[in-house]
């Protein structure tokens, strides 16, 4: 695995960690991954289960997902897509099983660890690969995660929205396209040379970066918060809108990706909150490494809109386009936030 996603997994001491790792780095040609999560999420806790067991879900998870968007694997027709349209003509649902019994287990089980190069860790595993059994044995891992009821919500959603943007960049045949940040609706709009699409909100493409915290004073972040709550989600401009009225900025689209962070209501607009002030130095390095963690994604509309909107065509690019932007504030002391939050 490489080293910048190891970083990532093991930043934080959690189960839901291993999990956001596998959604947002893992390798896959098609969205099998995020039907296996989708439906183990939604499990309860349990030793094991079977091939069958997990069929009917995780089949209906992925037709729910192709008859919205039919952009589900990079390869394009197949014999699953071909078994899908027969069933959405004639609805016999035992024929869209024997098709696909003949598919979705080649690969899926084994796959799923695979993030970075490399693989999730013995240790980490969510599930071992019983196939001659046809079964996978849940490990303690899973079953942790699955007795945090009241956070699954949150990580199917967090899948769900991962998804939806594997579909768009797949639908546009991996054309670069931007994501641009509508704040009236608090949603990313994906905008290609044909058509602009809403997608999930901002929060929750990008608050499994966080690790589902504050990006500022580490402070966990409730999705479903009311609004004058503390842990509400803001979606906040790291630079501000204000900034980019100077002559060498104007060019740089401040609503890209590049540029937005979840903060907590106190961090964004709280007594002392950040409002229009550039972050302390320590807060431009996290953003720096969150956008190269944006260049480890296997071809996604995230890793496509960080490079058009930074102008820039791998990883050093970026690296080295953030440093020459933040080398034009030359701050003395920037802003952070009076409390720092520690959960380990």
Known sequence: MKPIIQDFNTSENSVTSTLRTIVLFGRNVSTYKFALASTLLKLKPKNFITYEELRDEFLNSLLTHYKKNPHQYQAGENSLTRAFDKYMLDGNWNDLLISAEKNIYNNVFDAFHNVGGGSIKKEHLLFEHLPHEKKLVLTDNINELLEQRNYLEVLKNENESRWMIVEEAWKNNLS??????????????????TDRINLRSAVSVLLPYQHGCCFYC????????????????????????????????????????????????????????????????????????????????????????????????????????MYSLFDKFKIIEGWKPLIIYNYE
């Open 176 to 193: 670069p396209n931007f994501l641009v940040y509508n704040q009236s609706t608090n949603e990313f709009i994906s905008v290609s040379s």
């Open 218 to 321: 580490k402070k966990k972040i409730n999705p479903y918060a009311n609004s004058e709550d503390s842990d509400f989600p803001d979606v906040d401009h790291f630079i501000a809108h204000s900034y980019f009225k100077r002559p060498e900025l104007i060019h740089i689209n401040p609503d890209g990706v590049w540029n937005l962070v979840i903060a907590c209501k106190e961090c964004n607009r709280g007594i002392g909150g950040k409002f229009d002030r550039i972050p302390d130095l320590y807060y431009q390095s996290e953003i720096i490494n969150r956008n190269l963690l944006f260049t480890e994604e296997h071809r996604h509309s995230l890793k496509n809109s960080i490079l058009l909107s930074l102008n820039a065509q791998n990883h050093n690019e970026v690296l080295r386009r």
